[in-house]
């Protein structure tokens, strides 16, 4: 992008028994747009033996979204949801005032090997949003719009963008999209995109400025009006952002929140199990460290 105004790389976290590698919040960069936390998932393969397993946790005040590249995820939440999601699709849930979920591998995966590979995305609700009612949603591959333009797959999984909307249920003016090249070419997208905007490179490479920059980078831009880079051969990357909120944002573990006493209150909440349950589910994350908050 010409316009660069901060490079973040990838930092491994630890989400249980899996590693992902932590790509926002950043110490200089808590969001972008309503964008506030990004996981990339892998590529990892599991053995026979081994599986993604990620206990009964709570959210407030946020919309997850889980889109895989590679593997297959048994989504469970406090809303009676089961449903597995798989490559090229969309589950966007939204916790609002709370809703709890687990992970898993799916059992007709778990003795069998297995790759997974995606990412993980919060995207923070407006204020006046904060406490409404928990949602899901799933969306298929083929209702998400899928468009060539000057040689470049673009993909909507998010928002609106280039006069078109995915079905994703948003609640903000946002965009997530996914650029695929088989070839080097100059990209100018500025026009089409609008407040605050950051570039993934998942594979290959982009160029800005006579710099190269490859995978696993977020790269974050100062005027998404000026978003022009070029790809090169065989590259894939993402680009998100939307209007930023004029409010900052806390995050303490799973919950976000324009007001800490939100934050509180689902902290008391899910130490005491008054989250809705999961159905099916037994065990569930328990509340870390009290001290670990991080603002906007």
Known sequence: MSNIK??????????????????????????VGP????????????????????????????????????????????????????????NWMTAGKGIAHSERTPEYLRHTEKTMHGLQIWVALPKH?????????????????????????????????????????????????????????????????????ALYILEGAIESDGNIFEPRQILIANDAKLCEFTLHENTTVYIFGGEAFPEERLIYWNFVASDKELIEQAKIKWQAQEFAPVPGETDFVPLPDQSKYIKH
């Open 35 to 90: 964008f506030a936390f990004i996981d990339h998932m892998g590529p990892t393969v599991l053995k026979d033996d081994e599986n993604f397993d990620v206990a009964p946790h709570p959210h407030i005040g946020l919309s997850t979204l889980t889109f895989l590249f590679e593997g297959e995820i048994m989504h469970k939440d406090s809303l009676g949801t089961e449903i597995v999601i798989k490559p090229g699709q969309v």
């Open 129 to 197: 949003l904060e406490q409404m009612e928990p949602e899901f949603c799933h969306i298929e591959e083929q209702d998400i719009p899928s468009w060539e333009q000057d040689h470049i797959q673009f993909k909507l999984i998010a928002g609106e963008a280039f006069g078109k909307k995915s079905p994703v249920p948003v609640y903000s003016p946002l965009y997530f999209l996914e650029l695929k090249s088989t070839v080097r070419q100059k990209v100018n997208i500025g026009d089409y995109l609008f407040g605050e905007s």
């Open 6 to 31: 901060l490079i973040i790389e990838e930092r491994p976290a630890n989400i249980g028994n899996f590693m992902v590698g932590r790509l926002l919040p950043f110490r200089e960069k808590r969001t």
